[in-house]
């Protein structure tokens, strides 16, 4: 079974597209006319240029909208596509659940004529989330296992990769990982975290202490205390960033 097959059923009700990331990810596409999306789950972030949503999870696909771009059951790793089919691939938070990066990076540069991009993190940077860093260390684990570095993005990509932070807006309307960096008590709903894979894949039992203070210190105004300079920002660099070369 694929892992949004079991995590992904109520994807779509904390998963909605923020329209600055999608910006962010549309400067990094550039001009291009036709994209393959790839690990396009439930279709958040595809351009409208995108001809084909590549994703292995049935749930995923059948949470699309209507009126998205046609989608089959395929992985990176393999890609249903000629060579040089595609302006542009795009990878939005899935490299980290490839099972052979190098494969899956080999096929975007098969497939695409012009470009490559990626939106993904910086390892190092969301390891000093004060979530991670604070409360949940076993999740902090979990994202070390996932996680794949830039620089072995930009290895793999074999060309000079363009690296641009994509700093979070405070009121982010896309659940992913950090998101909640200004609203703590997010953290604490199992549906939100239900749609991050970092907590999604973590045993359950080893959130629970952390959980438990952290609603503690929402309760006492400890975390509010401790994070000051965050209450009062309008974003934060948590370490998201689009990754993109020219081929």
Not at 81 to 93: I, M, T
Not at 223 to 240: C, E, F, K, T
């Amino acid at each position: 079974m694929a892992l949004y097959d079991r995590i992904g059923r109520s994807y779509r009700r904390t998963r909605q597209a923020d329209p600055r990331v999608a910006a962010a990810i549309r400067d990094a596409l550039g001009d291009v006319d036709s994209v393959v999306n790839i690990g396009a789950g439930a279709g958040a972030y595809e351009p409208p240029q995108t001809v084909l949503a590549v994703e292995p999870s049935r749930v995923m696909i059948d949470q699309r909208p209507a009126d998205a771009a046609p989608a089959v059951v395929a992985v990176a790793e393999a890609l249903p596509l000629a060579d040089d089919a595609v302006d542009a691939a795009l990878a939005v938070l899935t490299v980290h659940h490839w099972s052979d990066v190098a494969a899956g990076v080999a096929e975007m540069r098969r497939v695409a004529r012009r470009r490559a991009v990626f939106f993904t993190w910086w390892p190092e940077r969301v390891a000093d989330f004060w979530l991670l860093r604070d409360y949940l260390p076993a999740a902090a684990k979990t994202d070390a296992r996932l996680a794949v570095r830039i620089e072995e993005l930009a290895r793999l990509l074999g060309a000079d990769a363009e690296i641009r932070s994509v700093p979070v807006p405070h009121d982010c309307v896309d659940g992913f990982a950090a998101a909640f960096w200004r609203r703590p008590e997010a953290y604490l709903d199992a549906e939100v975290r239900a749609g991050m894979s970092v907590f999604a894949t973590t045993e359950p039992a080893a959130l629970e202490e952390g959980l438990s203070r952290l609603a503690d210190d929402i309760r006492t105004g400890a975390w509010h205390r401790a994070n000051a300079d965050l209450v009062q920002a309008d974003s934060l660099d948590v370490g998201y960033c689009t990754v993109a070369v020219d081929l």
